[in-house]
C-alpha cells in the first residue's frame, strides 16, 4: 500500500471519529429544543456535553489539516467549489461556541433564550449540511480538466445530497438522544429513551433509502458489507433502547456512523473527488496527493502525536463519565 492510500484511510478515521464524536454534540444541541421542557432541563442537556465538545471539534481540525498537507489539489477544489456551504458551517461552528460560553454569563431570560436558539440552530444546520456535502463528493460534481469546480452551488442542492443531509441530521439526533438516555437520570431520561425509539425507525428509513441508492450506482461487495452492518447497528441500537440497555444503545450507533462513513470511503477510492464531466478529470489518491516526501514525514508526526491525543481524550471522558440531572442543576438565585 502507497503512503496516499494510507493517508487516505488515515483522513477517512479522522471525519469517522469527528462524525461520531461531534455528532452527540449536534445531536444534544437539537433536543435543546424537542426534548428539554423548561430552561433547567436544557441545562443538563448542555452539561452532559459541556466537558467534550470543544475537545470533540479537534477532530474536524485534524480532518481539515490532514486533507490540506496530505492531499493539496483535493483541499483546493473541494474548499472552492463547496465555499458557501463550507462558510456556513464555519459561522454556525463558531457561534455554537460562543453560545456555550456567553449563554449563562447573564441572567436576563431573553439573553439565555437567544443563546439556546444559537445553540439550536448552529447545531441542526452543520447536522444536515454535513450530509449534503459527503452527499455530492460521493456523486461527483463537475470538475474540469484542470481540476477546477465548474458548477453552481445550486448544483449541490440534487435530491441524492439532501437525503444524504437529512440521514446525517437525523442520524446524529438519534446518536445524541441515545447519550442523552446514557447521561442523565430520572424523567428526562425515560424521555429521550421514547424519543430515541422514533427517531431510531425514522433514521433507518432514510438511511436505508440513501445507503441503498450509493450501493446500487456506486458499491461493491466490500461497500455491501459495510451497508449491511450499519443497517443491522441502527436496528440493534433502537432494540437495546427499547432494552433499557443505553450503553449498548449508544456503542450500537457508533457503530451506524462508523460503518457508513467507511461505505462512502469504499465508494469513493481510489478517487477523492469524482468529477461528473468526465471520469478521466476525476481527482484521485494519487494526481491529488503530495509528494512522498512530505506523506513520509506526516506519517512519522501522525505515529507519535495520535496516541497522546487518543489517551488525553479518553481520559477527559472517563472524569466526566457520571450521570446528571436537573437535581444537579444549582438554583440561579
Known amino acids: 500500500m502507497e503512503l496516499h492510500d494510507v493517508w487516505f484511510v488515515l483522513i477517512a478515521v479522522l471525519w469517522t471519529g469527528y462524525f461520531f464524536l461531534e455528532g452527540f454534540d449536534f445531536g444534544v444541541g437539537i433536543l435543546t429544543k424537542l426534548l428539554a421542557r423548561n430552561r433547567i432541563e436544557k441545562r443538563v442537556l448542555i452539561n452532559t456535553i459541556g466537558p467534550v465538545w470543544d475537545g470533540n471539534e479537534v477532530w474536524l481540525l485534524t480532518a481539515g489539516g490532514a486533507t490540506f498537507a496530505a492531499f493539496p489539489e483535493w483541499y483546493a477544489t473541494l474548499f472552492s467549489g463547496f465555499y458557501l456551504p463550507l462558510l456556513l458551517i464555519l459561522i454556525c461552528l463558531i457561534l455554537r461556541g460562543v453560545a456555550f460560553e456567553y449563554r449563562a454569563k447573564r441572567p436576563e431570560e431573553h439573553w439565555q433564550r437567544n443563546w439556546e436558539q444559537a445553540i439550536f440552530w448552529t ?19 463537475k470538475i474540469d480538466q484542470e481540476m477546477e469546480y465548474v458548477g453552481t452551488v445550486w448544483d449541490l442542492l440534487n435530491p441524492y445530497a439532501i437525503l444524504g443531509g437529512l440521514v446525517t441530521l437525523s442520524l446524529f439526533t438519534f446518536h445524541g438522544t ?29 438511511a436505508l433509502g440513501f445507503l441503498g441508492w450509493t450501493q446500487v450506482e456506486k458499491g461493491d461487495g466490500a461497500s455491501l458489507v459495510a451497508m449491511i452492518i450499519a443497517v443491522v447497528a441502527l436496528v440493534a441500537a433502537v432494540g437495546a433502547n427499547q432494552a433499557g440497555r443505553e450503553g449498548w444503545s449508544f456503542a450500537l450507533s457508533g457503530v451506524t456512523i462508523v460503518a457508513a462513513v467507511a461505505m462512502l470511503f469504499l465508494t469513493l477510492f481510489p478517487n477523492v473527488m469524482p468529477s461528473s464531466l468526465n471520469e478521466a478529470w476525476s481527482l484521485t489518491v494519487t494526481n491529488a496527493s503530495s509528494s512522498p516526501y512530505t506523506l513520509k514525514i506526516m506519517t512519522w508526526c501522525a505515529g507519535i502525536a495520535t496516541p497522546v491525543v487518543l489517551l488525553y481524550q479518553g481520559w477527559t471522558y472517563w472524569v466526566f463519565r457520571k450521570r446528571i440531572g436537573t437535581q444537579h442543576i444549582a438554583d440561579p438565585h
Open 123 to 141: 447545531s441542526l444546520i452543520p447536522a444536515f449540511l454535513w450530509g449534503v456535502a459527503f452527499g455530492n463528493i460521493v456523486r461527483g460534481v
Open 178 to 206: 441515545v447519550f442523552t438516555a446514557l447521561k442523565t437520570v430520572g424523567d428526562i431520561r425515560e424521555r429521550a429513551r421514547k424519543l430515541a425509539r422514533n427517531l431510531g425507525l425514522v433514521t433507518a428509513v432514510l
